[in-house]
């Protein structure tokens, strides 16, 4: 496969202040990894400008105004407890979307044939009118209704692996049919949402909680429902939300997978997305917060993602 990596100077200069965990040194963590593959057909791409009306179909004018007006010209401003802003914020959040859309189009106009947005701030927790657990704009919804409106997609997938439950996208898509959000987290746990019985109005959401302490057996038993899940739904496009903090070394959480585990998933993805949808993959960056554990989760993601 040809893999496109998408990134922006900006995903580094969101400052989120002294000592927060969604910090700006993810991001070369992360690519010092990826530049030690040795592969042609890893290309890299700066992010280019895109139509904002995707933001507004996904979150909503009103929102889009208030978040504009947020971000402040010195110091930090904090959104929620932890969402916390600064003067390059905007260009990074903006950004981080735009990623996704030129990800999208990238594969549509088959420069390439998927791709890894390493940017910040993440998305995942961004409601539709809420910014949230350090994510302002809800990438990956972005990317889902960029799909739905201008390639007249029927049936995208959003498989969220990061370990926490992404109550923003399935805020977003609880009652979109074209939609099916797959997520897998710890619960009980942060944000508090993401129940099995939370299943959206077109049984259109499938939350797998997993206990504190989930080993990587118990972890890849818990996916065959998701497997065949997406084997039933048969999406178009698949959106992965790839956060790296299911992995044993993250501070944040307390599931214990192992670096390679992100390789074998990402295998079991593309099998499906090779039957299903003619292997249309974006991955998006969400959540991980171990810098070496990071680094080398995303190298296995993406070395998976390139082969064929
Ligand atoms: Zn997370």
Do not use: W
């Given at each position: 496969m040809t893999t496109c990596i998408f990134t922006s100077d900006s995903s580094v200069q969101h400052d989120t202040g002294p000592g927060h965990p969604e910090c700006p040194g993810r991001i070369p963590s992360i690519i010092n990894g990826l530049k030690k593959i040795p592969s042609k057909n890893l290309i890299w791409k700066k992010i280019s400008s895109f139509d904002e009306k995707y933001i507004k179909l996904t979150h909503s004018e009103k929102y889009l105004k208030k978040i504009n007006q947020s971000f402040p010209i010195e110091g930090l401003t904090f959104l929620d407890g932890d969402t916390i802003v600064s003067?390059?914020?905007?260009?990074?959040?903006?950004?981080?979307?735009?990623?996704?859309?030129?990800?999208?189009?990238?594969?549509?106009?088959?420069?390439?044939?998927?791709a890894f947005c390493i940017i910040?701030?993440?998305?995942?927790?961004?409601?539709?009118?809420?910014?949230?657990?350090?994510?302002?704009?809800?990438?990956?919804?972005?990317?889902?209704?960029?799909?739905?409106?201008?390639?007249?997609?029927?049936?995208?997938?959003?498989?969220?692996?990061?370990?926490?439950?992404?109550?923003?996208?399935?805020?977003?898509?609880?009652?979109?049919?074209?939609?099916l959000y797959i997520s897998s987290h710890q619960f009980p746990f942060y944000p508090g949402t993401g129940s099995a019985d939370e299943t959206g109005k077109y049984n259109n959401i499938l939350n797998i909680p997993l206990k504190a302490g989930t080993s990587s057996k118990e972890f890849f038993d818990s996916y065959k429902k998701v497997y065949d899940k997406l084997n039933?739904?048969?999406?178009?496009?698949?959106?992965?939300?790839a956060g790296f903090d299911a992995h044993k070394n993250d501070p944040l959480a307390n599931i214990n997978l192992e670096s390679k585990d992100y390789y074998t998933l990402t295998r079991e993805i593309m099998k499906i997305a090779k039957l299903v949808c003619g292997n249309k993959i974006v991955s998006i960056l969400e959540g991980g917060y171990n810098l070496?554990?990071?680094?080398?989760?995303?190298?296995?993601?993406?070395?998976?993602?390139l082969e064929i």
């Open positions: 003067k390059y914020s905007k260009k990074a959040a903006y950004d981080a979307v735009s990623s996704i859309i030129n990800a999208i189009d990238g594969i549509m106009n088959k420069e390439f044939d998927n910040r701030p993440p998305g995942h927790h961004a409601e539709k009118e809420q910014a949230m657990g350090f994510c302002i704009f809800n990438n990956v919804a972005v990317g889902a209704t960029y799909l739905l409106e201008k390639y007249k997609l029927n049936k995208v997938a959003i498989l969220d692996f990061d370990v926490h439950h992404g109550n923003g996208t399935q805020d977003i898509f609880y009652n979109e049919k074209k939609v039933e739904f048969k999406p178009e496009f698949i959106l992965l939300s070496e554990a990071i680094q080398e989760s995303a190298k296995y993601h993406v070395e998976a993602l």
